[in-house]
């Protein structure tokens, strides 16, 4: 299928291209379907590989433009399904360690926190290939539901209450009030919306990227649990970046995205894959949202006045990269668009740790040594800490130079703020 075009060839045409693509995505934003798991960490981005597309329905032409216009009228708030996660970027195994770095420390193993806590368990999903179930009913009701072999972690969010409840360790998470709810656009209350977690979210976000610096079209049609969708291909104009493409499944009756998939600039797998196998739009039954704890589980209660800080101080969905950074020190931004470098220093304004000295974790400095690697140049010296997705130069008075570009880009603006 062709591109979206505006219908005019000069500046002007490019520029109300633009503009038009950016009215389109915030009413993406506005109208997105509220399917996230209050407290799901930033791990769990990510579905799957391997969902078979059976044969390229033949579907009326559609331009860009209105295939993004489309995913913002939807309407949906109810769906049930299945999804696969996969999420590859590259980074060692670490294997029982990985758990020292969860958030809230509930899986460290040291005995504090709750192997239940969603901040803690949801990290496992940072990697490898992983199953969910979920389930929403407008803004108050969503459920989702990791699968394991011989165990399910489930995270249930019901109006003012969230339960979070580990089959493996029969532990659970308790947490009420409104610190775990926002005010939406018409008062109601809906699960924050930090991390995207679902193939919805996922292309909300990579449309609040769209502007001249980017390439907008259709790419056709596919099929996606058993349904007829468009698929909308989004690629930065710019050098420098280690994304190369996004590409969004869209359910042609409901204008859903049923599929997203992040390719690298440098080819291979994807780092990111996510889309249903399953999905149903009718409502889910009320039972699906209710939870009572097991006889004999362990129930934690959240510490509402830390969640509430916390929840405070994370960035939100939307935020630009200086925006969802600016508590850091000394933050700017170097750049534009898909080539943006944010520029800060470390806490206290000093380098990295040196290996021995002690400052840090065994499995910390395991991280480090596996990931970095030695650069200089105008700057002196430092590391470069490399996924296949985001890399970050650390140099050794204390700057940071981080984002989605490449580490001689880094390495460039380093430099350049000499």
């Known amino acids: 299928m062709a591109p979206y075009e505006s219908g005019k060839t000069s500046a002007e045409g490019a520029a109300a291209e633009a503009d038009d693509l950016r009215a389109g995505r915030r009413r993406a934003a506005r109208y997105a379907v509220p399917v996230a798991v209050v407290g799901v960490a930033a791990a769990t981005i990510g579905l799957v590989p391997a969902l078979a597309d059976s044969g390229d329905p033949d579907l009326p032409k559609i331009s860009a433009q209105e295939l993004i216009e489309k995913i913002a009228a939807s309407d949906v708030q109810q769906l049930s399904g299945t999804v696969k996660i996969s999420t590859d970027l590259g980074l060692p195994s670490l294997g029982g360690a990985a758990g020292s770095f969860a958030p809230g420390g509930g899986a460290s193993g040291d005995g504090s926190g709750s192997?239940?806590?969603?901040?803690?368990k949801l990290t496992e999903l940072a990697s490898g290939t992983h199953t969910l179930r979920v389930a929403a009913d407008g803004p108050d009701k969503q459920k989702l539901s990791v699968l394991d072999d011989a165990s399910e972690?489930?995270?249930?969010?019901?109006?003012?209450?969230?339960w979070a409840y580990d089959s493996a360790s029969n532990e659970?998470?308790?947490?009420?009030?409104?610190?775990?709810?926002?005010?939406?656009?018409?008062?109601?209350?809906?699960?924050?919306?930090?991390?995207?977690?679902?193939?919805?979210?996922l292309a909300d976000e990579a449309l609040k990227a769209v502007d001249d610096t980017t390439s907008v079209t259709v790419d056709g049609t596919a099929q996606v649990a058993g349904r007829d969708a468009y698929k909308l291909l989004i690629k930065p104009k710019q050098s420098g970046s280690t994304i190369g493409a996004i590409s969004v499944a869209v359910d042609a009756k409901t204008g859903t995205p049923l599929k997203f998939t992040l390719t690298p600039a440098s080819g291979g797998a994807a780092v990111v894959d996510a889309g249903f196998t399953k999905v149903d739009f009718g409502k889910p039954a009320a039972s699906t949202f209710d939870f009572s704890p097991p006889k004999g589980t362990k129930?934690?209660?959240?510490?509402?006045?830390?969640?509430q800080e916390?929840?405070?101080k994370a960035p939100k969905s939307g935020e630009g990269l200086e925006d969802g950074m600016s508590g850091l020190s000394g933050l700017k931004v170097i750049g534009e668009g898909w080539a943006s470098i944010a520029e800060f220093e470390m806490p206290g304004g000093k380098g990295l740790p040196s290996a021995?000295?002690?400052?840090?974790?065994?499995?910390?400095?395991?991280?480090?040594?596996?990931?970095?690697?030695?650069?200089?140049?105008k700057f002196g010296s430092g590391t470069v800490f490399s996924t296949r997705l985001v890399n970050a130069l650390v140099t050794d008075d204390g700057k940071v130079y981080a984002g989605a570009v490449t580490k001689d880009a880094l390495v460039k603006a380093a430099n350049a703020a000499k």
Do not use: C
């Open 172 to 201: 659970a998470y308790h947490s009420t009030g409104a610190d775990h709810a926002e005010k939406g656009d018409k008062g109601d209350k809906s699960a924050p919306e930090d991390v995207p977690a679902t193939p919805k979210e």
């Open 356 to 377: 021995g000295s002690g400052d840090v974790a065994p499995e910390a400095q395991q991280l480090l040594d596996a990931l970095g690697d030695k650069v200089s140049g």
């Open 299 to 307: 129930v934690t209660e959240g510490d509402e006045s830390a969640a």
């Open 115 to 120: 192997s239940a806590d969603p901040q803690a």
């Open 310 to 312: 916390s929840h405070d």
């Open 153 to 162: 972690y489930s995270v249930i969010h019901n109006g003012d209450e969230v």
